[in-house]
C-alpha cells in the first residue's frame, strides 16, 4: 500500500471514530447553518477535519491542504501536492440519525488525483485507491458494474438545492433520467454515491452543485474501477466545476446522449451549468 494512501486511511479512521462517539447522542450537538443555501455544520464536522488536518499535516507539513470547514491552507514552500477534505460528507443524514454519511481524503499531484480514501464508518466501509492501482473496497478489488442497458440502471444523482438556480434543469432531468431507466435515488451524500458507483451498487451518477470536496476522491475511485467520468460538457474539470456524470462504459455514452439532449431543451443551456459552478453565491 502506497504510504500516503496508508496516512490517509489512518487520518480517516480516527476521525470516523469520533464521529461515532458524537453519534450517541444527537441531542447535544451544536448545528449551525452555514447560511445562502451552504447546508449544514456541526461541531461534529470540525472536530473530524481537525483529527485529519492532524494526522495529514504531521506526516505532510510541506503539502497544501483544501479543507471544506477550514479553506485553503497553503504550505510556506511550493509544494505540487495538495489534500481535499470533506471531513463529514452528509452531514445533514448525520444530524437526523440516518447512517449514510462518510469521510472523504483525497490527494493530488501537480492537480492530478493520486490517492483516494472515502470511509463510511458505521458500516467500516473503507474505499481506497491509488492512481494505477485499482479500486477497492476493505481490501478487495471493486469494479463498476457490467449492466449494459441504461433501462436496467439504478442511478443516483446529487442536487445541492438552491432557488436562485432554475428549477426547471432539476426537475426535468430527474424526470428524463426516472423514465429511463430502472430507478432514481438522492442519497444526501456525494462521496458514497461515487463510490458505491464504482463497487457496482449504482450504475450511473449524476452530481449537480457539488464541491471539490464532496467528489475528489470518488471521481479516483470511479476512474480506477473502470469507469467513466466528466462534466457536463464532456471535459475533465469534474472535480472543479460543481457538476459531473459518472457511470459504466456502456451506460455513460447513452447518459450523456439523455444530458445533451435534456441541455438542448433549456431556454439558456449556457446559463444553466453556470448555476452550478462551486463559485456561485446565492
Known amino acids: 500500500m502506497h504510504p500516503m494512501l496508508n496516512t490517509a486511511i489512518k487520518a480517516a479512521r480516527r476521525a470516523g471514530n469520533t464521529i461515532l462517539r458524537y453519534a450517541r447522542d444527537l441531542d447535544r450537538i451544536t448545528v449551525e447553518n452555514k447560511g445562502n443555501y451552504g447546508g449544514f455544520v456541526t461541531e461534529v464536522d470540525k472536530a473530524s477535519e481537525k483529527i485529519i488536518l492532524e494526522t495529514l499535516l504531521d506526516a505532510y507539513p510541506d503539502h497544501h491542504f483544501l479543507a471544506e470547514e477550514s479553506g485553503v491552507i497553503q504550505a510556506r514552500s511550493s509544494s505540487d501536492f495538495q489534500w481535499i477534505i470533506d471531513p463529514l460528507d452528509g452531514t445533514t443524514n448525520f444530524i437526523h440519525g440516518l447512517p449514510h454519511y462518510a469521510i472523504s481524503i483525497a490527494l493530488l499531484h501537480r492537480g492530478t488525483l493520486q490517492q483516494a480514501v472515502i470511509f463510511q464508518p458505521e458500516q467500516n466501509l473503507l474505499f481506497t485507491a491509488t492512481r494505477g492501482a ?6 478487495k478489488r471493486i469494479r463498476v458494474s457490467k449492466r449494459m442497458h441504461l433501462r436496467d440502471s439504478l442511478i443516483v444523482t446529487g442536487f ?22 430502472s430507478g432514481l435515488r438522492n442519497s444526501g451524500s456525494s462521496a458514497l454515491d461515487l463510490a458505491y458507483c464504482a463497487a457496482g451498487w449504482y450504475d450511473a451518477t449524476l452530481q449537480l452543485g457539488a464541491r471539490s470536496w464532496d467528489v475528489a476522491a470518488g471521481a479516483l475511485l470511479i476512474q480506477e474501477a473502470g ?45 444553466a451549468l453556470a448555476s452550478l459552478q462551486t463559485q456561485f453565491t446565492a
Open 134 to 139: 485499482g479500486a477497492f473496497l476493505n481490501d
Open 160 to 181: 445541492a438545492y438552491n432557488p436562485n438556480r432554475p428549477l426547471e434543469f432539476y426537475r426535468e432531468l430527474q424526470q428524463g433520467l426516472a423514465s429511463a431507466s
Open 227 to 271: 469507469g467513466m467520468i466528466s462534466d457536463f460538457n464532456g471535459d475533465s474539470n469534474f472535480v472543479d466545476c460543481g457538476h459531473l456524470i459518472a457511470a459504466t462504459p456502456k451506460i455513460f455514452p447513452v447518459i450523456t446522449q439523455l444530458l445533451q439532449e435534456h441541455m438542448a431543451k433549456l431556454s439558456d443551456p449556457a446559463k
